[in-house]
């Protein structure tokens, strides 16, 4: 670790999840877990061991551009400001919006949400993190009356059960799970799952209930009057620190009156609901963890309010090892929050509300046009840009084009909206491509400031590399546009401490109940702020250390002082599947990659794990689609069209599909699920039901297919089907095409341009054609195979002689176009283990030579050894080594 | 005829043609059947036979004269045969089982072989006869050549066949400033497809031969002494040596005076019988199904069926697909069967021109019928050998192009 010791390395937080990892950053591109961070210790998963292989300048936005020509800033921000200023003068201030994201960071956020908020005089800014914690935030507020996550990651530590629902936290957050798994090797924590699909964290719990999609609310209802009717509740709890109980219990008992109604509604055995409700009742220390699976519901904040209950009426709640734990899926969706980021908040946690709320961040920030009622939330703000009603907006890092459910209208609508900012430190997203303006933003390890993870840790982000062209941090250009709408007095930052300061005093502002209170951070200096800890809010004025643990005192932040126990009722997602749409369509995260890709879709390790936008499906289900491993599928819903690659999987179960939310248009064209996702909102919440559309399957009838790998970076657009992954050295494009082999040739050969002197082979008849094109020193610069559907080869000895830089004997020249590796071929099989890129084929032989265990195979081959985001599926390839993957759940039941 | 008090004498076998048809047939007679004729060999050029394809090797001064021969002089003798070299015959005389020679000489048979060979094509060109044209066919014409060779001087080959561009090397080798004319759009069409073609001419250009394809001869200039060639379009190239390589024709003179059946070769039955009961003929003089082979190998598959016949045992010729190769050195050359396929035939095709290679493979009803390699012809003889079995290449399709050590491990 001598690394370690090397002053140049920077203290800073992860990009991704909401895990918050401390990672040291380095003047080279080099990154690595921070020993001295509280949320990994260390510890750095996947991704974020690949954060020094994202920090390249290809594909950055850096300079401004207004309709894609280069222009300064002060033109470009002068634009900028002269086109909001004539929406709001022509037609009021909720004329115009922002769409911001939790990649910002909180002094960004506070920035734009006061521009918006206070001084433009609408609430219309939302961001991404409504399509990820809306409901979580709304389940709190309903409940706790505060957005409050009461747990802190020593709870994962702390507790002798943890459930985990809609939750792969495997997978999303790795660094947490990894937490789960030592503390069951040390203190046998158990681990139950609910889901419906058998996910990596599903696979590695201890009880997996393969819950029917969307009926959580019936399986902790029951478990509520499973608890009432065994005598299991904290009656004194209840008595003293709640509200709402017997209504919520009766509410309860209708939906679920005995465990076979629960098990019949969820599609669940009875034994395996019993053992679910057994192990709660008897296990005092339970954590909660809820996630995406819970929160993109059109019930997801019932679904929350229901689990929440649960923890209220047993009194498991503010105690070292139990709690409901809200996972967060941003690096700053927390922090977004706390600055009022969501267009239904105001800033520091106040609301729209109460009057009081109003008056004070009025006061605060001398606002006189402070808006009053809430604004549009991301779906409805997108449908009112499309209506024409929002004449301008400022898209802030987020990429709605390929987020959003029902995608296509939100690409109409960003399309006739009448001026589009973009400010990204990307430059080609799907939404980027609407804009009228782009502006460079700094990136992670060039901008500098906080976020907040999912246990309240406020950690600073810090810079360690210059900013690269012309590229601004996104508080600069927010604070450049207000002054040059007039509210220079009210935006005179200098920098992010400026902004932090401010946001730390407002929050202890006329506090009266608010936990919310971060005061004590309000008087730090420069260097105070520049060295500050790690620290979990509140920080009330007077105190530096933080606060690990909430609702400690059975007190809430309500008018009462009660929390809050919601009546809520099972009801069904908001489409049915129907026989012209009869299987349900849901969508998630990948173990290797980030939102959509802009930074983990450019590291070739990362993109290893699946290179492809793909489609899970189940296999009685695509051979009633006529569907064959490997073969594309369109999946068409009432909304529209997405595409994939088909993976037949009993992970869930028939009747239900999967799609990775990851693609965009950039990387494969309709790879994105979002087209076809359904725009139906949870009303309280606005979060979109993201996880279940009905849709329809069906095979995309294909000529040819070809893989193409490239120095450059290219779109094919002249071709029906196309992904583009980084490799080493280039790109790997998948084609494929309906018509003839020969045209998919022509096809792929017009991207190339004309080389005479690229060495080929042509067998028309059999439809393949693969040619090589080198440099004048024969270095390989462009390859494509031509083959016949399913019959391309491994590709993965390609890719190690494209990564090499040195020119190509006559044997790689004839190996190349025989297609054939000229040594021994190993075929590496899906990609399990991406610190060593370790593939399924190697695993499977190791156990099949006698690894047992993770050790053993991390020994044999080092997979496993470094993040160990790998170790759940590695543990599946043992068990499937011992007796197949149908092995039983293992079913514990209480002592 | 009645022998009666006398052991049986032996058959009388008269070969005329002492190339490398003659004395392949009387190797394989020797070899079935040592003790069946007696063996008389009449050539007309002053040596015994000597590998005619190694002409371009002596040409170009990579061997000599002596080093081509095929037998050392002493083997005619040890192995009973009569050789008669510069013995030019003048008739025929079927009935009398006789032929007649020029210096008066008749020499009699039992059975009779044609093996003449063929006449290179001399075109009706104004000047074809002056001094300096030569043609390419044996070793007086190797000599008449490497009389005019010389570095810095000129020569031009008309005719851009194998022959010719094999000339237009060796004359190369000798310091010579070579031009090839030939009438054609690429050279060795009848051998090469358009690409493999180019392939070669770019291979031959960067030998230091110029290339003029599509190029017509109006007449070959000069009075005592050729000094140049003039074509259809005007154009005058200077020449110290004219070559001619646009053909060759069968010789049938004497056959055709004796009353044998003639096409344009002798006309020959499967046993490669003349329309005469005892005259036999096979080479490039015989004309069997309507073609007259020009290459060793069914030149050699002739001499092995009529051997076996004249054994007394059943032999049919039976035509073979034929693979050429371009004895250039540095330039590897291969076709073979039907390589300009057409309809109902498919094409495999592996081209490198960085590496100057070319494969083009024509498959009809998944068997392999043709074949033209250029700048690598290791698999020349899997190719060959595939086109000749007509095995079912349909699973090892995939790999084929790039030879057997790939297809034994598909």
């Known amino acids: ?895 | 005829m009645h022998h009666l008090s006398t052991p049986p004498s032996r058959e009388r076998l008269l070969v005329i043609g002492n190339g490398m048809a003659g004395i392949r047939l009387v190797e394989e007679v020797l070899e079935r059947a040592p003790d069946r004729f007696d063996i008389t060999i009449l050539g007309a050029e002053p040596r015994p036979a000597y590998n005619r394809i190694l002409l371009s090797p002596v040409l170009a001064g990579e061997r000599v004269a002596d080093d081509i021969l095929i037998h050392e002089p002493g083997w005619y003798a040890r192995h009973g045969v009569t050789l008669h070299t510069g013995v030019t015959v003048q008739a025929l005389q079927p009935e009398a089982r006789r032929v007649v020679a020029t210096d008066g000489r008749a020499f009699t048979y039992d059975r009779l072989v044609l093996a003449t060979g063929s006449d290179p094509v001399v075109p009706p060109l104004p000047g074809v006869r002056l001094p300096g044209v030569v043609r390419f066919r044996d070793v007086e014409d190797v000599t008449s050549m490497l009389a005019q060779a010389g570095a810095g001087r000129r020569a031009v080959v008309i005719g851009g066949g194998l022959l010719g561009l094999e000339a237009a090397y060796g004359l190369v080798r000798r310091g010579m400033a070579v031009t090839v004319l030939h009438l054609m759009p690429h050279l060795m069409e009848r051998q090469l497809d358009a690409e493999a073609a180019g392939l070669l001419r770019g291979a031959l250009e960067a030998r230091g031969i110029a290339i003029l394809t599509g190029a017509a001869t109006q007449e070959i200039t000069g009075t005592d002494h050729v000094t140049g060639v003039r074509l259809v379009d005007g154009q005058t190239l200077p020449a110290d040596l004219v070559v001619l390589a646009i053909g060759v024709r069968p010789r049938v003179e004497l056959p055709r005076a004796a009353g044998l059946e003639i096409a344009r070769g002798i006309v020959v039955d499967d046993a490669l019988c003349t329309s005469r009961p005892g005259i036999y003929a096979l080479g490039e003089c015989a004309e069997h199904r309507g073609i007259c082979h020009g290459l060793v190998a069914p030149l050699y598959e002739m001499a092995r069926a009529l051997a076996t016949h004249l054994a007394g045992e059943a032999g049919h010729y039976v035509p073979s697909p034929t693979a050429t190769r371009l004895k250039v050195t540095g330039i590897d050359l291969f076709s073979a069967g039907d390589f300009a396929g057409g309809p109902g035939s498919e094409d495999i095709v592996l081209r490198d021109p960085r590496m100057g290679h070319y494969a083009r493979l024509v498959v009809r009803d998944d068997r392999l019928v043709g074949a033209v390699l250029c700048g690598d012809t290791t698999d020349a003889g899997f190719f060959f050998d595939l086109i000749q079995s007509g095995r079912d290449i349909d699973p090892i399709r995939d790999t084929l192009i790039f030879g057997p050590a790939l297809c034994a491990a598909a």
Request: charged letters at 20%; a neutral charge; hydrophobic letters at 40%.
């Open chain 1, 1 to 895: 670790m001598t690394a370690l010791t090397t002053p140049a390395l920077v203290r800073t937080t992860c990009p991704y999840c909401g895990t918050g990892c401390g990672v040291l950053g380095g003047p080279s591109p080099v990154t690595a877990g921070d020993p001295g961070h509280p949320a990994n210790h260390g510890r750095v998963c996947t991704k974020g061991s690949a954060l020094g292989e994202t920090l390249s300048l290809e594909n950055r936005l850096l300079h401004p551009m207004v309709k894609g020509e280069r222009t300064g800033w002060e033109t470009a921000l002068d634009l900028v400001a002269a086109r909001f200023r004539a929406a709001i003068e022509t037609h009021g201030p909720e004329s115009v919006a922002f769409y911001a994201s939790g990649q910002l960071l909180t002094e960004d956020y506070y920035v734009a949400n006061k521009l918006m908020k206070g001084f433009i005089g609408a609430a219309n800014i939302d961001t991404n993190s409504r399509l990820c914690m809306a409901s979580s935030v709304a389940g709190h507020v309903r409940a706790f009356g505060e957005d409050i996550v009461p747990c802190c990651y020593e709870d994962l530590d702390e507790a002798d059960l943890v459930i985990l629902v809609g939750s792969n936290a495997a997978w999303c957050h790795p660094i947490l799970f990894r937490r789960l798994t030592d503390a069951r090797a040390r203190r046998g924590t158990r681990l139950v799952a609910i889901d419906p699909r058998r996910s990596a964290t599903a696979s590695d719990c201890d009880l997996f209930l393969p819950i029917h999609p969307g009926t959580d609310v019936l399986l902790f209802n029951g478990l509520l009057a499973h608890l009432a009717r065994i005598g299991a509740l904290d009656k004194a709890y209840l008595e003293r620190s709640t509200a709402g109980f017997p209504a919520t219990l009766a509410a309860a008992q209708q939906d679920a009156p005995d465990v076979e109604t629960v098990a019949r509604g969820c599609g669940l055995e009875v034994a395996l609901v019993e053992a679910f409700y057994a192990a709660f009742a008897a296990t005092r220390r339970v954590v909660t963890v809820y996630s995406q699976g819970v929160n993109q519901s059109s019930h997801g904040t019932d679904k929350v309010n229901a689990i929440i209950n649960c923890h209220l009426a047993t009194g498991r709640i503010g105690a070292p090892g139990m709690g409901p734990f809200s996972f967060t899926g941003q690096p700053n969706a927390m922090g977004g929050r706390e600055v009022g980021g969501l267009a239904n908040q105001l800033a520091a946690h106040a609301g729209f509300t109460e009057a009081a709320d109003l008056d004070r961040v009025r006061d605060f920030w001398r606002a006189p046009r402070l808006a009053e009622r809430p604004g549009l939330k991301a779906v409805e703000l997108f449908n009112a840009l499309g209506e024409g009603r929002i004449r301008a907006l400022w898209v802030m890092g987020t990429n709605p084009a390929a987020s959003l459910p029902d995608a296509a209208r939100v690409r109409a609508a960003l399309e006739s909206c009448d001026f589009l900012v973009v400010s990204d430190c990307v430059a080609g997203t799907d939404t980027a491509r609407h804009a009228d303006v782009l502006l460079p933003a700094a990136a992670w390890g060039e901008k500098a400031g906080t976020v907040t993870n999912s246990e309240r840790r406020i950690s600073r982000q810090r810079a360690f590399m210059p900013l690269p062209g012309e590229a601004r941090p996104d508080w600069w250009m927010l604070t450049q546009v207000a002054r040059r709408l007039g509210h220079g007095a009210a935006f005179a930052y200098d920098s992010p401490a400026d902004i932090f300061r401010e946001h730390a005093a407002l929050s202890g502002f006329r506090n009266e109940r608010r936990l919310f209170d971060i005061s004590g951070l309000a008087d730090l200096s420069d260097a105070d702020y520049e060295a500050l800890d790690p620290v979990q809010w509140p920080v009330p004025a007077g105190q530096r250390a933080g606060t690990a643990r909430l609702l400690t005192q059975g007190r809430f932040p309500t008018p009462d002082g009660r929390a809050r126990l919601v009546p809520v009722r099972q009801a069904a997602p908001a489409h049915a599947p129907s026989t012209a749409a009869p299987l349900v369509l849901n969508t998630g995260r990948l173990r290797d990659q980030w939102h959509t890709m802009t930074r983990t879709g450019e590291v070739p390790r990362l993109m290893a794990q699946a290179a492809e936008a793909f489609v899970a499906v189940h296999p009685l289900d695509a051979a009633a689609a006529g569907l064959r491993e490997g073969d594309i599928a369109d999946i068409t819903s009432a909304w529209g069209r997405a595409r994939g690659r088909v993976r037949l999987s009993d992970d869930l179960s028939a009747g239900q599909i999967f799609m990775p939310m990851h693609w965009t248009d950039e990387a494969m064209p309709f790879g994105s699920p979002g087209r076809a996702v359904n725009p139906d909102c949870d009303a309280v919440s606005g979060q979109p039901e993201l996880k279940h559309t009905p849709v329809r399957l069906s095979p995309v009838p294909l000529g040819w297919e070809g893989l193409l790998l490239s120095r450059r970076r290219l779109r094919p657009e002249n071709i029906d089907y196309w992904a583009r992954t980084p490799i080493e050295g280039g790109h790997a494009y998948r084609l494929a095409g309906s018509g003839a082999a020969e045209d998919g040739m022509e096809r792929a050969l017009h991207l190339l341009g004309d080389d005479a002197g690229r060495a080929e082979l042509r067998d028309q008849r059999r439809g393949i054609f693969r040619c090589a094109i080198t440099d004048d020193a024969g270095r390989m610069l462009d390859y494509l195979m031509i083959a016949a559907p399913g019959a391309l080869p491994d590709p993965d000895w390609l890719f190690t002689m494209f990564a090499s830089t040195g020119p190509l004997d006559s044997q790689m020249r004839r190996s190349l176009l025989a297609a054939r590796s000229s040594g021994p071929v190993v075929a590496a099989g899906e990609i399990v283990c991406s610190c060593f890129g370790i593939g399924s084929e190697a695993i499977r032989q190791a156990i099949s030579d006698g690894a047992r265990d993770t050790a053993a195979l991390g020994a044999a081959l080092k997979c496993g050894t470094n993040c160990g985001s790998c170790l759940p599926e590695l543990r599946r390839f043992i068990a499937a080594g011992e007796g197949g993957r149908e092995r039983a759940m293992p079913c514990f039941l209480p002592s």
